[in-house]
């Protein structure tokens, strides 16, 4: 590989990185010391990624009951054997020399070790001290969108139901929230309609405010692997952003931020000036809303 002057630290890391996966994917066929990932001394066990929610499958090679090697899964269905530099990495932040192991409270102005039993005593010491002399509204509940549905439950019964308060907040609702909404409101479900099997027969992508090179990246390599087979569809982004999904972009809309709404209604202006729309379509599975007083209100077409 060869080395050249970053021009920004962006630029520095993103060659870092691609160096690094190029060389743990293939280029060098050895991860450090630790395994050769042709090696059938391996013990190999599926599981998934769990990174930013792409769901990709994963195979984890252990030797001696410790993760020492990682690989995509090629019989997954949605993901085929396609894993990302997050992923990749796994086996070496597991065991990295600086990764906590053990709970650490602070004593004297330090960060010391200690057990879980010391960890969690104080917790709940704390936790009830501040609930008695300032309600249970002073306490709050913080979670991650790497809790399973079971955890996040339990955290929400733990508070809502035991504790009573109504301070619990957490990634699925700061990232999700206005997505769920925009999906319930337009198909009655609140995950999306599609599967990964579109991307492989799709025509066009309009990607708005996604920067799904960096953030889901096995997505993106569909995506590329789609007009790479020849269909060549097209990759229309709207974003602000210059996010590295500009670099597939046949065209690239960088509206002023807030304003992607008024790009969505001068599409719609065009489509039903120039006649583009499919009438029977839209009087059998469209439907038009305006906000009278906070409350929906249905309209017609010629209305909207």
Known sequence: WGVRMAETRRDFIKQT????????AGCNRRWGQDADLDRSALEWHKSVCRFCGTGCGVQLGLRNERLVALRGDAEHPSTKGLVCAKALFLPKIVHSANRLTRPQIRRDGKLVDATWDEAMQLVA???????RNHGPDSVAYYGSGQCLSEESYLAN???KGG???NNVEGNPRLCMA???GGYVSTFGKDEPMGSYDDIDNAEVFFL???NTAESHPVVFDRILMNRQSGRRAKVIVVDPRKTPVRAAADLHLAPIPGYDLAVFHAMAHVILKEGLHAPDFVQSHTVFQKVVDGQNVAVTLDEY
């Open 125 to 131: 010491q704390r936790f009830a001290e501040d609930i």
């Open 163 to 165: 504790i009573g308060t």
């Open 157 to 159: 019964r733990l508070f």
């Open 178 to 180: 206005s997505a769920v």
């Open 208 to 210: 708005v405010g996604s």
């Open 17 to 24: 990185a691609m160096a690094t996966v190029a060389a743990v």
